[in-house]
């Protein structure tokens, strides 16, 4: 990362036009994120043509046998809407639900749709790629998905032949992730907070070995303000001196250099993420900030 | 046949492998062996089970013949439960000549005395160990079957293992009737815990080859050194470091093979001590912790850490000390006085 406004991580960042209910289905799901490319000919006024397409683009999947999840008696039924108020600022796209549900040919009133799966593309503070991109083109670099795997698989794929776009699962790097838990330590919560858990997998061993690195919050957020020097912004300096304080306190009792292994996974009460690019978002306050780290994790994949 | 019972010997059968079937139901002895050449094992589970229960049904199975098929699922299948040790405690230091049927009657009396609705089943193996099965129910309920706890004693020790099944509540109950039936006068549970039974008994029997902080005069030659290291980029130094951490690592865990524990837990409540150049935190109170290694076989796994180069050696005492403590769960306090740098487990 560049340097990042450490004001989306202070209290507490109030985003007057964001309506918690609207936003509150993305919390506490575990997401998993893609990187998109610009979409080439998206039409913000053509949803509920997209839903119509992508819907016949499913069923006939199904027809080919290719769609192995989706069982022969349930219809899926596809929408699709926009959410302007996920996004950064005017320089962003809103974001795109796309929602798939499913009913059971048994009963035939609309009530008894039943979500299965759930996607949305969304841009937070993503200028660095939107300004550089020529009109035509939709600039939506991160794709959250939510169910099974072969529903993501139809729905990228008809996007893909539909807006010539590219998706790449975002992996998290060990060091996105110290990023991640070093910041996310730092936030203040009004309510009694969960630990601050690092999860690091040994490799090269004979035997496997994951060691859980929890920490109370109260204890990691106070050991972070005193490293968090610049105010206004977060610096690399800072999470490695972060990181470095918590290695060397393992080191001390452990005689074991947690350094030289790999951090797979970060939890804390605002967000947890894990390197094969899961995410899930704890706290509606700080939901801004956290899409806008991953939105700057895709458009650096994408790049 | 009650149903119920009809039930739940189609549910126990039902959890075996298939080609164990035949095997288990063999060891249960509750079916003749003409009977079991009627069965057809190349069939599905669920048939097989249900002609299980009908033979059952012709020999007029009860519970106790139905929990007499449990144990012996839960002996061969031990590992799929997690154990908790538990020590007994001697008043006395009378030698008492271990009668099993004494045991027997006493365990069952307390424990009927107290609760009326409980189904208790014995067994005995080889090894000495005696496997009890309690189904527990309440004044009004009969037993769930489905939730029994398993207690594994070995006469001859003061040790107990338990895998409790989630009504934790007769947990006291439980104890109570073990000291009573075995003539000790207290327990107390161990901060062990694992899925692998016999290697908790290997810990607190001591039946794993330990380090007995001898001196060893004679160095290791080059050829306990891993052998694939045939690289002639390591020149001597390196070559005599890693047979140095090898050695090292040999008094500290012993020879032979380590007991298999899936995880260690600490809880740290020592202070923060942060590097003299560094101006972080210096607080007076601790920087609370929760450490948890886990790993399919982690002594053999901790065993690595030095030679692996991820830690140092001689590796942390917390770690290693883990088999001769017989605990896996650990609480760690800062040690006040002159070393800093050491600390007391309680």
Known sequence: ???????????????????????????????????????????????????????????????????????????????????????????????????????????????????????????????????????????????????????????????????????RRLAISPMNLSWMVAMWAGCKLDRAASAVELVFSMPRLSQPLDISYAIHPEDAKALWDTVQK??????????????DCLYAHFHRHFKIHLSAAKLVK?????????????????????????????????????? | MDETVAEYIRRTVL??????????????????????????????????SQEVVQLCEENSADIKQAAALDIIYNHIYQNKRMWSVYQMKKSGEELECFDIKDFKKRFKGRLRSALKNVTITFKEYEDNAIWIRVAWGTPYKKPNQYKPSYVVYHSQTPYVFISAS???????????????????????????RSHSLNSLKDIVFKRYSQNFQTYNSKPLQGGNVEPENADIRIVHENRSEKERIHRLNQEVFGDGPQPKLEFAQYKLETMFKSHPKMDVLDKKEPFRCLVKFSSPHLLESLKSLAPAGM?????????????????????IREKKGTFPESFVSP
């Open chain 1, 1 to 167: 990362f560049n340097l990042i406004p450490a004001i989306l991580f202070s209290p507490p960042p109030r985003q007057e036009n964001v309506d918690p209910q609207k936003t509150a289905f993305l919390l506490r799901k575990a997401w998993t994120l893609y990187s998109v490319t610009p979409l080439y000919g998206f039409r913000r006024g053509r949803l509920r043509d997209y839903a119509r397409l992508l819907s016949a683009f499913i069923a006939a999947e199904k027809q080919k046998g290719l769609a192995v999840e989706v069982g022969v008696e349930l219809d899926i039924k596809v929408a699709l809407s926009s959410l302007a108020e996920l996004r950064g600022s005017e320089l962003d796209q809103a974001a795109l639900l796309v929602q798939l549900s499913s009913r059971s040919r048994a009963s035939s009133r609309s009530s008894e749709d039943k979500p299965v799966w759930l996607g949305w593309f969304c841009s937070v503070f993503g200028e660095d790629l939107s300004e550089n991109v020529p009109e035509a083109f939709t600039c939506l670099p991160l794709f959250l998905t939510h169910g099974a795997e072969s529903y993501t698989s139809l729905v990228g794929r008809w996007f893909q032949k539909t807006f010539d776009c590219c998706f």
């Open chain 1, 230 to 243: 610049t105010p206004g912004e977060i610096t690399q300096e800072e999470v490695d001196v972060f990181m």
């Open chain 1, 266 to 303: 970060v939890s804390t009460a605002v967000a947890s993420a894990h390197c094969d690019g899961i995410v899930k978002i704890l706290h509606s306050q700080y939901l801004p900030g956290v899409l806008m780290l991953l939105t700057e994790l895709a458009i650096s994949q994408i790049q």
């Open chain 2, 15 to 48: 959890k075996i492998p298939r080609d164990e079937i035949k095997m288990m139901l063999q060891k249960w002895g509750f079916l003749s062996e003409s009977q079991l050449q009627t069965l057809n094992f190349h069939q599905i589970k669920d048939n097989i």
């Open chain 2, 166 to 192: 989630v009504l934790k509540s007769n947990l006291p109950l439980l104890c109570q009737a073990l000291i009573v039936a075995s003539n000790y006068h207290d327990i107390r549970e161990m901060e062990l």
């Open chain 2, 311 to 331: 830690a140092d050696t001689p590796i942390s005492p917390l770690l290693t000390c883990i088999p001769h403590k017989a605990r896996n769960y650990f609480k």
